[in-house]
């Protein structure tokens, strides 16, 4: 059994390709794609642009240290690493949250509890904006800080019920 190809486009006559290449040439630069334009063939997807990395300064002191049963009750601030996991008091539902990943695109996390799976990702903070939070259940995760293979996390019970706005 033979698989069915589309038809290829045919290639541009010679002249067009001509005309275009001295017009290129002629006009002397060309104009700089936008920030969000995809990479041209050849380029990579950074070329030309300044993607955001985390912060190379040593991370501040978590409230809590390494200690993740501090978390129990979904009130700390911890360092956490990538396979991190705790149990949790379940009063949100959350029963055992797990660090799913913490490297320079930022923290993953996943929760779990009865019938219910709960996951999000945070970039890593930007400086001079506000840190990038998630919510799961009336619990905010924050990314305080991260250095690519160590974040500190804070996780804090909401006062108010969460309602996206929308």
């Known amino acids: 059994m033979s698989a069915i190809h589309p038809p290829r486009p045919a290639p541009a006559p010679a002249p067009a390709l001509a005309t275009a290449a001295v017009a290129a040439l002629l006009s002397g630069c060309a104009a700089a794609p936008p920030d969000d334009a995809p990479p041209q063939p050849g380029q990579s997807a950074s070329a030309g642009t300044a993607s955001p990395s985390p912060s190379t300064a040593p991370l501040p002191e978590a409230a809590d240290g390494t200690d993740l049963d501090a978390c129990a009750d979904a009130d700390c601030e911890v360092l956490v690493e990538e396979g991190d996991e705790f149990a949790m008091d379940g009063g ?75």
Do not use: C, K, Q
């Not at 779990?112 to 903070?125: A, C, R, T, V």
């Not at 990038?132 to 800080?145: D, E, G, H, L, Y």
């Open 92 to 166: 949100h539902g959350v029963e055992r949250f797990v660090v799913e990943a913490v490297d320079e695109d930022g923290l993953s996390v996943r929760g779990h509890g009865p019938g219910i799976e709960l996951s999000g990702h945070l970039p890593p903070p930007e400086e001079e904006e506000e840190p990038p939070t998630f919510v799961m259940n009336n619990i905010a995760i924050t990314v305080v800080a991260l250095d690519g293979s160590s974040a500190v996390m804070d996780m804090s019970v909401l006062a108010e019920p969460y309602v996206p706005a929308g």
